[in-house]
T-cell receptor
Framework: GQQLNQSPQSMFIQEGEDVSMNCTSS?????WLWYKQDPGEGPVLLIA???AGELTSNGRLTAQFGITRKDSFLNISASIPSDVGIYFC????????????WGLGTSLAVNP | DGGITQSPKYLFRKEGQNVTLSCEQN?????MYWYRQDPGQGLRLIYY???????QKGDIAEGYSVSREKKESFPLTVTSAQKNPTAFYLC????????????FGSGTRLTVV
């Protein structure tokens, strides 16, 4: 199946540092979503983006829907230990039976 | 509170046995999805259902079966034909016309012993 190109694959940072990750695709999306998955749990929606160029924040998280509609990024500011987990991007293509296209995830480790 | 309940959380199966994973939602969502997650491979779609009594194969449907007799329920059967069933299985749902992303259950970890 189709997948998004998500990078980096993993990150190991110090507490307090900022984090940036992104997803790109050759296809145009009309919705971009960012999820976080804690170990042994299901993914939880962090931010949803619906318009090209849209910039949305959720606390220390900020995400943007790329102008070309083929990419998105997620920033985490001032990381804390509970930010540890796997972050997934997902995109929704119009007329695709609401099936999401997923990235492979960015694994984030935070050193206290 | 509304949500999706997957049960059991951990499941052990002997080789050659079929096993059914439960997924129930009280969100009044129309569409439901089953994913398989293996380390480093992200989420892969097994089956999905847009409405009751209808479902479609995803990318890795071989060795799996589903039913959708009720809007709230979308059980997944892992059959003996699935060659490598040990994985983390996730169920998700979304409401009709919703662009707000899927709501996920907490997953079932299946181990073949």
């Amino acid at each position: 199946g189709q997948q998004l190109n998500q990078s980096p694959q993993s990150m190991f940072i110090q507490e307090g540092e900022d984090v940036s990750m992104n997803c790109t695709s050759s296809s145009i999306f009309n919705t971009w979503l960012w999820y976080k998955q804690d170990p042994g749990e299901g993914p939880v929606l962090l931010i949803a983006l619906y318009k090209a160029g849209e910039l949305t924040s959720n606390g220390r998280l900020t995400a943007q829907f790329g102008i070309t509609r083929k990419d998105s990024f997620l920033n985490i500011s001032a990381s804390i230990p509970s930010d540890v987990g796997i972050y997934f991007c997902a995109g929704l293509i119009a007329g695709n039976n609401r099936k999401l296209i997923w990235g492979l995830g960015t694994s984030l480790a935070v050193n206290p | 509170d509304g949500g999706i309940t997957q049960s059991p959380k951990y499941l052990f199966r002997k080789e050659g046995q079929n096993v059914t994973l439960s997924c129930e939602q009280n969100l009044n969502h129309d569409a439901m999805y089953w994913y398989r997650q293996d380390p480093g491979q992200g989420l892969r779609l097994i089956y999905y259902s847009q409405i009751v009594n209808d479902f479609q194969k995803g990318d890795i449907a071989e060795g799996y079966s589903v039913s959708r007799e009720k809007k709230e329920s979308f059980p997944l059967t892992v059959t003996s034909a699935q060659k490598n069933p040990t994985a983390f299985y996730l169920c998700a749902s979304i409401r009709a016309g919703g662009d707000y992303g899927y709501t996920f259950g907490s997953g079932t970890r299946l181990t073949v012993v």
